[in-house]
């Protein structure tokens, strides 16, 4: 597509049930980003996937979030047991590559935990 | 740790007027700064970016400097239009990635 995919665009869930939020990147692009962004909030870098590269994890909050990326293409990210202060907008990205520093963001997927 | 904050949060102006948004950061080692837009249920839309060696970069009505040494970077936008009126996101790159760092936003409203 012309440009980043997001779904759900919203969510809402019962506190401790699984959720997963999948991205579709502009094809192509071999960088894939995911941020959060909480209320009132700037975004909060969450992982990034390079190509093959092992995905930079290191903003993960907790091992309850977890991401996974199929070759160059979709990503998932997955929070399991989920809690209310999960709940916010979660926006993927994608760039040419990782040098870019050209990120074309999705209109996000807005998680409510109720 | 790189803080990012941006002053003031909120701001309403009329049509017409010229005004500067703020950012500010605790580490002057950054490899780029970046200013984006953000729409209500829309993504990120940047706007500028200045690499750590440039002082500024300007696109039509927006004009976006960056003082590394003393951590700051504004953005003037001349001639306000009511289709500015969105929230504006500064963000810091710490090295050649796209891992951001975001400042909280200015959200900015610009009356008819």
């Known amino acids: 597509g012309a440009g980043v995919s997001q779904s759900p665009s919203n969510k809402v869930t019962e506190k401790g049930k699984d959720v997963e939020l999948r991205c579709d990147p502009i094809s192509g692009h071999t960088a894939l980003y995911w941020y959060r962004q909480r209320l009132g909030q700037g975004l909060e870098f969450l992982i990034y996937f390079q190509g093959n590269s092992a995905p930079d994890k290191s903003g993960l909050p907790s091992d309850r979030f977890s991401a996974e990326r199929t070759g160059e293409s979709v990503s998932t990210l997955t929070i399991q047991r989920t809690q209310q202060e999960d709940s916010a907008v979660y926006l993927c990205?994608?760039?040419?590559?990782?040098?870019?520093?050209?990120?074309?963001f999705g209109a996000g997927s807005r998680l409510t935990v109720l | 740790k790189q803080e990012v904050t941006q002053i003031p949060a909120a701001l309403s102006v009329p049509e017409g007027e010229n005004l500067v948004l703020n950012c500010s950061f605790t580490d002057s080692a950054i490899y780029n700064l970046q200013w984006f837009r953000q729409d209500p249920g829309k993504g990120l839309t940047s706007l500028l970016l200045?690499?750590?060696?440039?002082r500024e970069q300007t696109s039509g009505r927006l004009n976006a400097s960056l003082d590394k040494s003393s951590g700051r970077s504004t953005l003037y936008i001349a001639a306000s239009q009511p289709g500015d009126s969105a929230t504006y996101l500064c963000?810091?790159?710490?090295?050649?990635?796209?891992?951001?760092?975001f400042g909280q936003g200015t959200t900015l409203q610009v009356k008819p």
């Open positions: 200045i690499q750590s060696s440039q």
């Open positions: 963000a810091v790159s710490p090295g050649n990635t796209g891992k951001l760092i």
């Open positions: 990205a994608s760039s040419p590559y990782s040098g870019a520093n050209v990120l074309t």
